[in-house]
């Protein structure tokens, strides 16, 4: 690729970070948690904690001290005994994005920070699309540059003009 004098190899939009067929196969992912985290918030990502959800889960036993307003009066009518109805609890999930963008990330052709800034745009776009919170940050001796708290689609070009615009 030749330069014509005053233009730049860095990329400026985000096709030039994630092209179009690129993102659409990233449509298909999903970041899954391996651990049951106590988020503080309630997402769109079942959990497999049982609590007082939407969907239904389980039945258990009714034990004392249990709120009276989760027993199955239905089967309490047929059987007699009391049984607290189960629902799958949906929680929020965060993901932290966390790019090296230090010195040494400009060595290489192409340059190492070209392909970590893809990466890490590409980890963010899935994270994004399937509603997932997502904080970005960017580090060299420490935290140089830091974009908290997106979620959905509508974030998408924020971030690629953040991280576009990151040195």
Not at 36 to 60: M, T
Not at 144 to 161: H, T, W
């Amino acid at each position: 690729m030749t330069q014509t004098p005053g233009t730049s190899s860095s990329p400026r939009r985000l096709s030039d970070l994630l092209d179009s067929k690129f993102m659409a196969r990233l449509d298909a992912l999903d970041i899954v948690s391996r651990k049951i985290l106590q988020g503080r918030l309630q997402g769109e990502r079942r959990s497999k904690r049982r609590g007082s959800g939407v969907e239904f889960a389980d039945h258990r036993p009714y034990v004392i001290g249990d709120d009276l307003r989760f027993v199955d009066w239905n089967i309490y009518g047929r059987l007699e005994q009391l049984f607290l109805k189960l629902f799958l609890v949906e929680q929020d999930l965060s993901v932290q994005v966390v790019l090296d963008v230090s010195a040494s990330s400009a060595t290489g052709e192409p340059p190492k920070a070209l392909a970590i800034k893809r990466l890490g745009a590409a980890l963010a776009y899935v994270a994004m699309v399937n509603n997932s919170r997502v904080s970005v940050s960017l580090f060299a001796d420490g935290v140089v540059g830091q974009l908290p708290n997106m979620r959905g689609r509508n974030y998408i070009g924020r971030m690629a003009d953040f991280l576009l615009n990151a040195d």
